[in-house]
């Protein structure tokens, strides 16, 4: 299989300039002026547009038990709707909910959904939601099976969060075995307290969601994850930062020598709570934990993006339908699944809010939505590059396209887009999964099954 990108202008994190790419054997294997390709070869002519290395998403959920009901997407829409939006490889959570189950049965099963199915590349964080003498051995043979990061909750109290003295076990475990630990902060006893204290007042509606879970109460959870994590030296990654308060938390730790990096998310960067406030309860499309900031929240985001203070922009993809799923919360927005579906949007979104009106470069979006990932979680140069001996994995981009965003052209399976009638300006034309034409002016061309497993060697010693 051999692939010739011409003429392309190349834009990595911290590089631009206009060459050939050819790639053999799922690699690149030369880069330079000229190239020439044999006979059989796929040429794909990228003049005028932008060739940037594929797209890492860190942070999603495919399958998940959450709420009382399931996600519904599957590997073939996930993967599909992945490519076609210029994201090659996918980072999973295993949400595994605290129980006698042994976490080897997590981790098989998050993975037979996968294996085999999913056409783009993919990879797990290891769920921790318990944590003692029986278990740990299980999560280090995990560990072993190429899986370098951990996923742990601060909130979610009888589900998924952890006690402090799991945490502290967390904590020395991910230093010893070199693992990152990715982490849901919030305070979930305040949370808890703060639910019952709304719904005794009458007050159910998705708008008061907000008020059950307010800034305070993530950058508590930002504060007390880096307390833990600077008494072992552990590497840790507050996923889905929204807010000042936890920002500004989180930045004070780095500070101070905490082995801390922080991920948003698009929907934080384009939303705000105001659409929480929709009447005819259509606030409950926007429902996510944590939830979205008020609109001033965005340009503190997008300048700490510009600096890169903040190290990635990740979806929390969490597809739920509005019919029959978020409208099982209509008398309790606790009873909202959790999730604002985006991993179909997140890189045309981020170029055409962030790129496109000049709030970042091209080397920071490239940074941000592809090679921190690639970096943080044990598969650079392998990935997030485009450089010799990396995966051919590549997006040829079209800034000149302008477009709609729809629920009735989306591939990704739910019944609403949040950002329905949007338009866009830039898509992907191109996109190759080590070596392979993947999708192609917005149609999936790829094949279903072709997704590897990226096993990852632990790095955060």
Known sequence: MSLLIKQGNIVTASENYTADIYCEDEQITRIGKNLDAPPHATVIDATGKYVFPGFI???????????????????????????????????????????????????????????????????????????????APQIEEIVKQGVASFKIFLAYKGAFNISDEELYQTMALAKRLGVIVTAHCENAELVFEMQKKLLGEGKTGPEWHYWSRPPRTQAEGVHHLATFAEAHGTHVYVVHTSCREAFETGMAAAARGVNLKMETLIQYLVLDDSYTQLPNFEGAKF????????????????????????????????????????????????????????????????????????????????????????????????KGAIALGS???????????????????????????????????????????RGELAAQDGKFVGTIGRGQFIKREPTHF
Request: charged share 20%.
């Open 57 to 135: 998403d860190p942070h999603v959920h495919v399958y998940l038990p959450f709420m009382g009901t399931y996600a519904k997407d599957t590997y073939e829409t996930a993967s599909r709707a992945a490519l076609v939006g210029g994201t090659t490889t996918l980072i999973e959570m295993i949400c595994q909910a605290t129980s006698e189950q042994p976490w080897r049965d997590g981790f098989e099963l998050w993975k037979g959904k996968a294996d085999g199915k999913s056409a783009c590349d993919y990879t797990f964080h290891q769920g921790v939601t318990r944590l003692d003498q029986e278990t």
């Open 287 to 382: 429902i996510m934990s944590p939830p979205l900031p008020t609109k001033e929240n965005q340009d503190v985001f997008w300048n700490a993006l510009r600096n890169r203070w903040v190290a990635t922009v990740a979806t929390d993809h969490a597809p739920f339908d509005f019919q029959g799923q978020k409208e099982m919360g209509r008398d309790d927005f606790t009873k909202i699944p959790n999730g604002i579906p985006s991993l179909e949007d997140r890189v045309n979104l981020l170029y055409t809010h962030g790129v496109a009106t000049g709030r970042i470069d091209l080397n920071t979006f490239v940074d941000a939505a592809s090679t921190q990932a690639a970096k943080l979680f044990g598969m650079f140069p392998r």
């Open 391 to 433: 995966d051919a994995d590549l997006v040829v981009y079209d800034p000149n396209y302008r477009g709609v965003i729809s629920a009735k052209t989306q591939l990704i399976n739910v019944d609403y887009s949040a950002f329905e009638g949007w338009e866009i300006k830039g898509r992907p034309s191109a996109v190759t999964v």
